[in-house]
């Protein structure tokens, strides 16, 4: 339509209807656009971008004071000293007691060191290729109780926190130091037996106990332990007991794994970084230095999705009002590129160290955390295994807790992939590489504090 004609054509009554309704869509969709779908011109929170959640240590401290300081007060603060070690009331023989110094501290973490994919060789997000760190708090195990020198931690361990063994019969003790500013954590244990006050747990209606100061000296059976809540710069020493129940039966693998991790204001501790694991081994079954005496490797793999984006709890696509489609969409693409799909904390083939010689007997210890959608199904190529002594398979099923062991004779040299085989999973990164070396090369080291988890001198 000519210039001419199109104002001849507005003039008309019709015309005139046409193009104020035009106008009214546009203003109706600037409106819209204005107060984000909302229809009111009252601001909405936008949330941080992945790269906003990376800055710097001190992200954590604000992040879990904002979150905990309403409900949640310390159990132990510096000032009142160390205030554990007792198992029941009584001081666990020192002869059958194995402990560790372990401290919360942050640490900035790189889920893809190299900046790449390295075993798959496809391309990855620019958005992940250029935001693949963050700052998280992590376990760390020192020599002593001074909390000056570190204990080397095993690269294939990954973002793990250190790895604590016993033998059934035995003790574990360990001191906690909080180094990690702004909130309260702990160390929770699964498999072992505890009393309250090692339990680790901040949970029940502890908050109004708290506010009414009746920690100690009441009539009534507490509902924390001492050890619920370890205040920044506070230490409590955990004692957890290995029992005939926290070991293997006979017709089980000779050792198991359990997890541990913070237990003080939900699911959001393990996010930071703050679990690892146990190994409980049959005596009858043991070495000297507790390892099983029938395998000659250990390895491990927690498959967990880290969430980077920066929400945290925030879920307002709703509240107050009516389902707001538009929002929540926003909300979920910023979460899902927040998303890192990781074996022990690493992401496109990133995890080092998963490496055996031919012939080798090598035991997986197997854990999933994590939320409804930490579903994965482990899968090694090239090489089969045993779980928990009752089938042999390839594909072993983890939910959120899942604790397994899986046995594999490591009989077919050469590289093979190792992944979640739920196919978004493993688009996100969910993969790493397993080396089994032939005879008569180098290959992996056999030295045990290389081919074992835990093992330092200091630990007796």
């Given at each position: 339509m000519r210039?001419g004609?199109l104002?001849?054509?507005?003039?008309?009554?019709?015309?005139?209807?046409?193009?104020?309704?035009?106008?009214?869509?546009?203003?109706?969709?600037?409106?819209?656009?204005?107060?984000?779908?909302?229809?009111?011109?009252?601001?909405?929170?936008?949330?941080?971008?992945?790269?906003?959640?990376?800055?710097?240590?001190?992200?954590i401290?604000?992040?879990?004071?904002?979150?905990?300081?309403?409900?949640?007060?310390?159990?132990?603060?510096?000032?009142?000293?160390?205030?554990?070690?007792?198992?029941?009331?009584?001081?666990?023989?020192?002869?059958?007691?194995?402990?560790?110094?372990?401290?919360?501290?942050?640490?900035?973490?790189?889920?893809?060191?190299?900046?790449?994919?390295?075993?798959c060789?496809?391309p990855?997000?620019?958005s992940?290729?250029?935001?693949?760190?963050?700052?998280?708090?992590?376990?760390f195990?020192?020599?002593?109780?001074?909390?000056?020198?570190?204990?080397?931690?095993?690269?294939?361990?990954?973002?793990?926190?250190?790895?604590?063994?016993?033998?059934?019969?035995?003790?574990?003790?360990?001191?906690f130091?909080?180094?990690?500013?702004?909130?309260?954590?702990?160390?929770?244990?699964?498999?072992?037996?505890?009393?309250?006050?090692?339990?680790?747990?901040?949970?029940?209606n502890?908050?109004?106990y708290?506010?009414?100061?009746?920690?100690?000296?009441?009539?009534?059976?507490?509902?924390?332990?001492?050890?619920?809540?370890?205040?920044?710069?506070?230490?409590?020493?955990?004692?957890?007991?290995?029992?005939?129940?926290?070991?293997?039966?006979?017709?089980?693998?000779?050792?198991?794994g359990?997890?541990?991790?913070?237990?003080?204001?939900?699911?959001?501790?393990?996010?930071?970084?703050?679990?690892?694991?146990?190994?409980?081994?049959?005596?009858?079954?043991?070495?000297?230095?507790?390892?099983?005496?029938?395998v000659?490797?250990?390895m491990?793999?927690?498959?967990?999705?880290?969430?980077?984006?920066?929400?945290?709890?925030?879920?307002?696509?709703?509240?107050?009002?009516?389902?707001?489609?538009?929002r929540?969409?926003y909300?979920?693409?910023?979460?899902?590129?927040?998303?890192?799909?990781?074996?022990?904390?690493?992401?496109?083939?990133?995890?080092?160290?998963?490496?055996?010689?031919?012939?080798?007997r090598?035991?997986?210890?197997?854990?999933?955390?994590?939320?409804?959608?930490?579903?994965?199904?482990?899968?090694?190529?090239g090489?089969?295994?045993i779980?928990?002594?009752?089938?042999?398979?390839?594909v072993?099923?983890?939910?959120?807790?899942?604790?397994?062991?899986?046995?594999?004779?490591?009989?077919?040299?050469?590289?093979?992939?190792?992944?979640?085989?739920?196919?978004?999973h493993?688009?996100?990164?969910?993969?790493?590489?397993?080396?089994?070396?032939?005879?008569?090369?180098?290959?992996?080291?056999?030295?045990?504090?290389?081919?074992?988890?835990g093992?330092?001198?200091?630990?007796?």
């Amino acid at each position: 339509m000519r210039s001419g004609s199109l104002v001849r054509f507005v003039r008309t009554p019709l015309g005139m209807t046409c193009a104020i309704a035009l106008i009214l869509l546009v203003v109706v969709d600037v409106f819209w656009l204005l107060t984000d779908g909302t229809w009111s011109f009252r601001k909405a929170r936008k949330p941080p971008t992945a790269a906003a959640t990376s800055s710097d240590p001190d992200r954590i401290a604000r992040q879990w004071h904002d979150k905990v300081a309403n409900y949640i007060k310390p159990t132990v603060t510096a000032e009142m000293g160390d205030l554990g070690g007792k198992y029941f009331g009584q001081t666990p023989d020192p002869a059958k007691t194995r402990h560790y110094y372990i401290a919360a501290e942050p640490e900035q973490w790189d889920f893809m060191p190299s900046g790449s994919d390295v075993v798959c060789g496809m391309p990855v997000a620019l958005s992940l290729a250029a935001n693949h760190r963050a700052w998280k708090a992590r376990y760390f195990q020192y020599t002593d109780g001074t909390f000056t020198k570190r204990v080397p931690q095993n690269a294939r361990l990954g973002i793990l926190g250190p790895v604590l063994r016993g033998t059934v019969g035995e003790y574990i003790e360990v001191t906690f130091l909080n180094r990690t500013r702004g909130g309260a954590f702990s160390m929770h244990p699964h498999g072992v037996k505890y009393d309250k006050d090692s339990e680790g747990s901040y949970h029940g209606n502890a908050a109004n106990y708290l506010q009414s100061g009746k920690i100690s000296g009441q009539s009534e059976p507490p509902l924390l332990g001492r050890g619920a809540a370890v205040g920044y710069g506070a230490r409590f020493t955990y004692v957890w007991y290995c029992d005939e129940s926290s070991g293997p039966l006979p017709s089980e693998p000779s050792s198991k794994g359990w997890l541990y991790h913070s237990h003080v204001s939900s699911g959001g501790e393990i996010n930071l970084g703050l679990e690892g694991f146990i190994i409980v081994t049959d005596p009858k079954r043991a070495r000297p230095d507790g390892t099983p005496n029938d395998v000659d490797r250990e390895m491990a793999a927690l498959f967990l999705i880290f969430d980077e984006s920066g929400l945290g709890d925030q879920d307002d696509s709703g509240a107050g009002g009516p389902f707001d489609s538009k929002r929540w969409a926003y909300l979920q693409s910023i979460k899902e590129a927040g998303e890192r799909y990781t074996i022990n904390g690493y992401i496109y083939g990133n995890l080092p160290g998963l490496d055996m010689n031919e012939g080798e007997r090598v035991r997986w210890y197997l854990f999933g955390l994590g939320s409804e959608e930490d579903q994965h199904t482990a899968h090694w190529h090239g090489l089969r295994v045993i779980e928990d002594g009752r089938r042999r398979t390839d594909v072993v099923e983890l939910l959120p807790a899942s604790m397994k062991v899986a046995d594999m004779v490591a009989d077919n040299p050469g590289g093979w992939l190792f992944h979640c085989h739920v196919e978004e999973h493993m688009a996100g990164g969910m993969f790493a590489r397993v080396t089994v070396y032939p005879r008569g090369q180098p290959g992996a080291s056999r030295e045990p504090e290389k081919a074992f988890f835990g093992l330092h001198s200091t630990n007796r």
